[in-house]
């Protein structure tokens, strides 16, 4: 199999404080992961890839600063977004490649809601 | 600029009434083309991957295809839980995917 976790599945905080986001593999390592956002009715918008063991590779656009990633471990990546603003409410999802493959695995979603 | 185009964008169909849906491609060095189904607020389900043209795989009422342009996904007499938005993505000579908007299907009793 190929299994992929996020914690939470939700969540909602206040603007201007940070939430982090945990994307697990559960049944196979991941030197690879990335994340993405994806506004209602539109596609998936990557906006990093994150390697295991070393600093994240982040899309055009998207501010390092304010989405920190950490992939400390082959099964672990997280996404902290810092000062979170009502304009970051989106849902968030992330991925695994297993093996040498391109094949992304996703996991369930986070949906953040920024008040 | 490497392209991933799907169409049609909505499809309204009726129980059993089978069809497809196609994805065009422009990629320098394709790598491999994915296709994935998603469910309202869950994330992608990957279904296939394809890597060369005149491939072919199926999975239960799905099947899908690849040319060198383009990839269909043939779907035989859907059922109202085929009801979906089916994603297509392509990987070239990098280390991410490009994905199209998605097809949103609709299958009705």
């Known amino acids: 199999g190929a299994v992929v976790s996020q914690h939470p599945s939700w969540v909602i905080c206040k603007s201007g404080t940070s939430v982090k986001i945990e994307c697990r593999s559960l049944?196979?390592?991941?030197?690879?992961m990335f994340w993405y956002r994806q506004f209602p009715k539109q596609s998936l918008m990557l906006m990093a890839t994150s390697n295991e063991g070393s600093k994240a590779t982040y899309e055009q656009g998207v501010e390092k600063d304010k989405f920190l990633i950490n992939h400390a471990s082959l099964t672990l990546s997280t996404l902290t977004v810092t000062s979170a603003h009502p304009e970051d409410s989106s849902f968030y999802i992330c991925s695994a490649k297993k093996g040498a493959t391109d094949t992304q695995y996703f996991g369930p979603g986070t949906r953040l809601t920024v008040l | 600029e490497d392209q991933v185009t799907q169409s049609p964008e909505a499809l309204r169909l009726q129980e059993g009434e089978s069809s497809s849906l196609n994805c065009s491609y422009t990629?320098?060095?394709?790598?491999?083309l994915f296709w994935y189904r998603q469910d309202p607020g869950k994330g992608p389900e990957f279904l296939f991957t394809l890597y060369s043209a005149g491939e072919e795989k199926e999975k239960e009422r799905l099947k899908a295809t690849l040319t060198k342009k383009e990839s269909f996904l043939h779907i035989t007499a859907p059922k109202p839980e085929d009801s979906a938005t089916y994603l297509c993505a392509v990987s070239g000579g990098y280390n991410k995917l490009i994905f199209g908007a998605g097809t949103r299907l609709a299958v009705h009793p």
């Open positions: 049944d196979f390592q991941a030197t690879t």
């Open positions: 990629v320098s060095g394709l790598r491999g």
